[in-house]
């Protein structure tokens, strides 16, 4: 049997999936992989920074975003569990995931003009485009520039008061 190698984007969601499911928003969610995670800060200590989280231009402010981007990561991970819970997940299963995670991303970031958590959601989403139309999705998302893309929303969201993390 092959080994699969999975990129850290996966990974951790995954792991936050699996964390997610202990916090008994899933009960019924018991199988799946163990891993050591290390947890992420909180930002319920962290206040906004300097950026902007009023609307650009009538657009969704920095805040607004982060949290849709949270919604849509719960949503992809949720899909990342389901694939899991019936067997170990396909490249058509990363694909769908990957490619309705890079159109929502890019949906969100048009509604925030040029913030700099708008500018991190549309490098996240080119990302996760470019690793879905890969052959080998999970191979192809295994790279420094989608883990900085994951990190630069993470930081992003932080400075807006958002706790996320791609």
Do not use: Y
């Not at 975003?65 to 819970?85: F, R």
């Not at 052959?135 to 295994?142: E, T």
């Not at 420094?144 to 893309?149: D, L, W």
């Amino acid at each position: 049997m092959k080994a699969l190698r999975v990129p850290a984007v996966v990974v951790f969601s995954a792991c936050l999936m699996a964390l997610a499911a202990c916090g008994g928003e899933d009960a019924a969610t018991t199988a799946g992989p163990s891993a050591s995670v290390s947890a992420a800060p909180s930002s319920a200590d962290a206040t906004p920074s300097s950026a902007p989280s009023s609307p650009a231009a009538g657009g969704r402010s920095d805040k607004e975003l982060c949290e849709s981007a949270k919604k849509v990561g719960d949503d992809q991970k949720a899909a990342l569990i389901a694939a899991m819970q019936s067997g170990e997940p396909s490249p058509a299963d990363f694909k769908k995931i990957l490619t309705e995670m890079s159109e929502q991303m890019a949906t969100l970031a048009s509604a925030g003009g040029d913030s700099d958590v708008a500018t991190a959601m549309s490098r996240f989403g080119a990302q996760a485009s470019k690793a879905a139309a890969a052959a080998d999705p999970v191979g192809a998302a295994d790279n420094a520039a989608f883990e900085k893309a994951g990190a630069d929303i993470t930081a992003a969201c932080k400075a807006a008061g958002v706790s996320v993390n791609f």
